[in-house]
Nanobody
Framework: VQLVESGGGLVQAGGSLRPSCAAS????????TIWFRQALGIQRELVVG???????NYADPVTGRFTISRDNAKNTVYLQINSLKPEDTAVFYC?????????????????WGQGTQVTVFR
């Protein structure tokens, strides 16, 4: 199983991006998923989380500008980011619980992606 982020990029302040977090391989489903971000020299911070049922929880700094959503059929979670600011520049990571078959039965295993870079310039 792999968890892969994509959709970052270089964008001018005020623009938008839509990073995605996709699970692939031998899995049944992607469950609760959290987006984090880490700016250079700063501790990784939680941005937003979404449950398998679609309930969401946003960090205060991003409320109103970030929107998380999911497509369960595609095992993908999206992060719509609007009105980007230079201080949003960071590597964005997703952390997801993935249901897979193991030798011990069906289990939920936590996976991290490799991150996608978001860079915002003035």
């Amino acid at each position: 199983v792999q968890l892969v982020e994509s959709g970052g990029g270089l964008v001018q302040a005020g623009g938008s991006l839509r990073p995605s977090c996709a699970a692939s391989g031998s899995l049944f489903s992607i469950n609760a998923t959290i987006w984090f971000r880490q700016a250079l020299g700063i501790q990784r911070e939680l941005v937003v989380g979404i449950t398998s049922g679609g309930h969401t929880n946003y960090a205060d700094p991003v409320t109103g500008r970030f929107t998380i959503s999911r497509d369960n059929a595609k095992n993908t979670v999206y992060l719509q980011i609007n009105s980007l600011k230079p201080e949003d520049t960071a590597v964005f990571y997703c952390d997801a619980g993935v249901t897979i078959a193991t030798s011990g039965g069906v289990n939920v295993i936590n996976y991290w992606g490799q991150g996608t870079q978001v860079t915002v310039f003035r």
